[in-house]
């Protein structure tokens, strides 16, 4: 019940986010297309740790602005190769063991690496990743990496 009313307050404020105008129409419209979306959500048995990881909390909070900071930085090495004369790109493939356990922790690392420019995870099980990179460098920086710990962290496990 607790990811069925943290769904309906998460729904409901991006919807009033989203609208910017709080008449009682769009006010009330909201609020029901909300308990629409938990109640076909509830039917369809997603709503669940996996589905609305609300457990994550503020660790994830810690994680994001981290990670923002991240796709910065590697848009900008990506920026200046893509601009150098010779094009100083070596793609490497390199396959390392994630440290997460937990299918959200996993999702969660895969994704964060193809958001940063340059890396790509292509295959992602629970027991290896297979990530492209763009320069040797970049690929070799997801191996035992500042954002696996980070996940793991998020994830709940020290």
Known sequence: MFHS???FVFLFAFWLLLSGLFTAFLV????????????????MDVVDAEGHPIHLGASVLVYWPWLVKEIIKSAWDVSKIILHP??????????????????VGLVLHANSITLTPGTITIEARPNEFLVHGLTRAGAQGTIDSAMDARVTACEGRP
Not at 38 to 43: E, P, Q, T, Y
Not at 86 to 103: A, C, E, H
């Open 28 to 43: 009330s419209a909201g609020a029901g297309c909300a308990l629409a979306v938990v109640w076909f959500a509830r039917r």
């Open 86 to 103: 010779k094009l100083p790109i070596s793609p490497t493939l390199v396959r390392f063991k994630p440290s997460q356990r937990t299918d």
């Open 5 to 7: 009313v943290s769904l």
